[in-house]
T-cell receptor, first 118, second 116 residues
Framework: AQKVTQAQTEISVVEKEDVTLDCVYE???????LFWYKQPPSGELVFLIR??????QNEISGRYSWNFQKSTSSFNFTITASQVVDSAVYFC???????????????FGRGTSLIVHP | DAGVTQSPTHLIKTRGQQVTLRCSPK?????VSWYQQALGQGPQFIFQ???????QRGNFPDRFSGHQFPNYSSELNVNALLLGDSALYLC???????????????FGSGTRLTVV
């Protein structure tokens, strides 16, 4: 079973539109960690945010915001007023103990490619 | 402050050959993890090294092996290359598990391996 599902393979928007990237995860653990990474064409995965399972507070950082809902096992990412520089592949990842021998090795989704047109 | 550096950036190998990829972790990090990212897919965990030993391993065959040196740098070796090994190989560094993994990894830009 896939641990992290990013159902949107590709999203195309016009600059200044708001866009939400979906992430649904699956775990039996009560303690786990969720992440979002951005991968520009250069290939490097850039860390955006980390959230632990005990903190359901939503977070806002500039144009970025994250909505964590344990009831639906979702950790969605919204970009407000998108810009061309936001074009990249975005990955959601889950770190849990049970599937990695206690080491919390991150498991990644397949990613969502965001294309922002000028 | 240097982040994670990987070399080479690109590599072309012939099926059946062997390849070695290199990684230097971010300053202050002593744990190195390797991921394989096929085109259009998410990164898949290969293995993790800490204190010069392989600590965790993903679902990859024994053709994939690694090493960590006393200065925390690491190598990924792949023997008997297959066409399906063509991918972006990402190195990530962190503090030791489990704490380091909980706080996320710092990734390099990867090595693009093409097997022909």
């Amino acid at each position: 079973a896939q641990k992290v599902t990013q159902a949107q393979t590709e999203i195309s928007v016009v600059e200044k539109e708001d866009v939400t990237l979906d992430c649904v995860y699956e775990t039996r653990d009560t303690t786990y960690y969720l992440f979002w990474y951005k991968q520009p064409p250069s290939g490097e995965l850039v860390f955006l945010i980390r959230r632990n399972s005990f903190d359901e507070q939503n977070e806002i950082s500039g144009r970025y915001s994250w909505n964590f809902q344990k009831s639906t096992s979702s950790f969605n990412f919204t970009i407000t007023a998108s810009q061309v520089v936001d074009s990249a592949v975005y990955f959601c990842a889950l770190s849990e103990s049970s599937s990695s021998g206690g080491s919390y090795i991150p498991t990644f989704g397949r990613g969502t490619s965001l294309i922002v047109h000028p | 402050d240097a982040g994670v550096t990987q070399s080479p950036t690109h590599l072309i190998k012939t099926r059946g050959q062997q390849v070695t990829l290199r990684c230097s972790p971010k300053s202050g990090h002593d744990t190195v993890s390797w991921y394989q990212q096929a085109l259009g897919q998410g990164p898949q965990f290969i293995f993790q090294y800490y204190e010069e030993e392989e600590r965790q391993r993903g679902n990859f065959p024994d053709r994939f092996s690694g090493h960590q040196f006393p200065n925390y740098s690491s190598e990924l070796n792949v023997n008997a290359l297959l066409l399906g090994d063509s991918a972006l190989y990402l190195c990530a560094s962190s503090h030791p598990p489990p704490t380091g993994s909980r706080y996320g990894y710092t990734f390099g830009s990867g090595t693009r391996l093409t097997v022909v």
